[in-house]
């Protein structure tokens, strides 16, 4: 009993603090003292309209290098010089305000007369948003360079993913507090504003989901529903492989893409050799599915966890703008692997022998039934909240975490080996990952991507949405979806702002299909594919990067021009 009680004490104490990191605002300003008053107060923003953070104002006498009083901007742009005593600063007629930030043009603005003598008064003044230009300098050319070195490592897999991002962030670091020593022009972005760029809500909802995957890994219930397949196929091959590719993308809806084929492959592999068949005919058919299916929700992929959380898309706002278009795009996507495939499975047998079928059916059994059961509860009560949770601003990462903590209570594993299931790796990437791409958008490139981007497509939100699409889906054939997601989405939001019509939030949207699909187009796409190729390179059928481009680009082609369609149907016809 005290030991029940103990364990329930610990998981109260860690879900407290899970939900006071998680859902609890940031200290803001502290009261300002009755006393205080205000003289000016105002905002700063860049060209795009975008609140300047933590840039430095403060007031002089004209043609005097004396600072009267100075304050920071806030996380809204807005700032405001106050002041207790107006005897302390020697205020004369003639003011000038002055902004600085690092990557801006320095800003001095000359007061009015009205307004330097309702200050002098101790008035107080407000002021036009005041709007900074970007500048470029070494540091910008430095940001860049190291983002693009990550990039190059990532691609060409000289360099592990998390030991790439690491690297990026180290040298942007590095950088910044040593190389500024030597040359001030290289400053990037010191260690406090780094992270403030990591977003907590993912790396929490990850680990979550992680916990929760172990949990479930360990029933062998996906081993299960491969075996499943191949009995209700009848030996039927075509359908044997959409009854895998369904499985799959299902699966990967729930769970992540990269998950789903840890699980489906080993199975796979040992059907294909049952049916005398080269296993890439089923493990092709099945990683594009991944990468298509786990679309439909926010915790189907990692670009999809990057979209929701950066523009608070809901659980369900992902599941009902985005499922029928992933439907539209799986039936096509089938079609073409049975089609390409067609020869293959034609050739195959349509028995096994009984060696085989018994040892398919040992590795294909429900080891944990009970621990399956209690997961299933906990999964249902989970759907629920991330469907309704946005309503009281439950976040997904908060229901993850409340999930994954109740769930080991509930079946008391080892917890060791709990948390060691925890892929720290991934959660590494994310964390480097976020502060390379924040580095990109301290110095102004994101911001330069947006202008040319909404140069060419001015407002018209067709032009945009086609873009976004296609542009997302041909540039994750030569760069990994998740970087190119997460340098995106600044883009996506400024777009989202000044094209009439987007405030639907349909270029996110198409972020998501463009950026998780395009993964299909290359073997460096997404992560799911380079998993799948290990496996099967393991089992002595190496999956080259020419032939997933042969077979990966033209379904690449077929399931984003599919999904195009329901896209520009849901949001310009249906609205």
């Known amino acids: ?84 005593d107006p005897g302390a600063a020697a205020f004369q007629q003639s003011l000038t305000l002055h902004v600085e930030r690092h990557h801006f043009e320095p800003l001095a603005m000359e007061l009015t007369i009205e307004q330097s003598q309702d200050i002098v008064a101790w008035e107080p003044v407000a002021l036009p948003d005041l709007v900074l230009q970007r500048r470029i300098s070494l540091g910008f050319w430095a940001a860049v360079g190291v983002f693009v070195l990550m990039l190059v490592l990532i691609a060409t897999s000289k360099m592990h993913n998390t030991l790439a991002a690491l690297l990026g962030m180290a040298l942007v670091l590095g950088l910044t507090y040593l190389g500024s020593l030597i040359v001030p022009d290289i400053y990037i972005l010191d260690f406090e504003h780094a992270l403030g760029y990591i977003d907590w809500n993912v790396i929490f909802l990850i680990m979550g989901m992680m916990i929760i995957i172990a949990v479930v890994e360990g029933t062998g219930i996906f081993q299960w529903l491969a075996f499943f397949a191949y009995r209700i196929s009848g030996g039927r091959t075509w359908l044997l492989m959409a009854i895998l590719m369904l499985i799959t993308a299902v699966a990967s809806a729930v769970l992540d893409n990269v998950t789903t084929m840890l699980l489906m492959t080993p199975i796979t592999v040992q059907i294909a050799l049952a049916l005398n068949m080269n296993p890439l005919a089923l493990l092709m058919p099945e990683v594009l599915a991944s990468n298509v299916g786990g679309i439909s929700t926010l915790v189907g992929t990692p670009t999809n966890i990057l979209i929701g959380s950066y523009a608070g898309i809901s659980f369900a706002s992902f599941l009902t703008n985005l499922t029928p278009g992933v439907l539209l795009a799986l039936t096509g996507l089938t079609l073409y692997s049975v089609f390409i495939y067609w020869g293959q499975l034609k050739k195959a047998r349509s028995t096994v022998s009984p060696v085989l079928l018994q040892r398919l059916k040992e590795n294909a059994q429900i080891t944990q039934p009970a621990h399956l059961k209690k997961a299933g509860v906990v999964g249902l009560v989970m759907l629920i909240l991330f469907l309704v949770g946005e309503g009281f601003h439950l976040t997904p990462a908060v229901t993850a975490m409340l999930g994954a903590t109740a769930l080991l209570v509930w079946i008391r594993p080892n917890i060791e080996e709990m948390i060691e299931a925890v892929d720290w790796t991934t ?36 032009l945009a949405m086609l873009v976004i699409i296609w542009l997302g889906a041909l540039m994750s054939t030569v760069i990994p979806n998740i970087p190119f997601t997460a340098a995106m989405l600044p883009v996506i939001g400024y777009l989202t702002s000044i094209i009439p019509g987007a405030e639907n939030l349909s270029l996110f949207f198409c972020l998501s299909v463009g950026s998780a699909m395009g993964g299909n187009g290359s073997l460096i796409g997404a992560s799911a594919n380079l998993v799948t190729a290990g496996i099967a390179e393991r089992a002595g059928y190496p999956i080259t990067y020419s032939y997933f481009l042969k077979r990966g680009f033209p379904a690449l082609l077929i399931t984003v021009s599919l999904a195009t369609l329901w896209l520009l149907l849901r949001f310009l016809v249906l609205g």
């Open 1 to 84: 009993m005290r030991r029940s009680m103990s364990h329930w004490a610990i998981a109260t104490g860690l879900l407290a603090i899970v939900v006071l990191l998680l859902i609890t605002p940031a200290a803001g300003a502290q009261p300002v003292s009755p006393t205080v008053r205000e003289l000016v107060v105002g905002s700063v923003k860049d060209k795009q309209d975008q609140p300047v953070i933590d840039a430095r104002v403060w007031l002089t006498n004209t043609g005097q290098d004396e600072v009267l009083v100075e304050t920071e901007t806030q996380d809204d742009g807005r700032f405001a010089l106050s002041i207790d």
């Open 427 to 462: 959660l590494v990437f994310f964390m480097a990952l976020f502060i390379a791409v924040g580095a990109i958008q301290e110095v102004g490139l994101i911001s330069a991507i947006a202008d040319t981007i909404g140069w060419l497509v001015g407002d018209n939100l067709v």
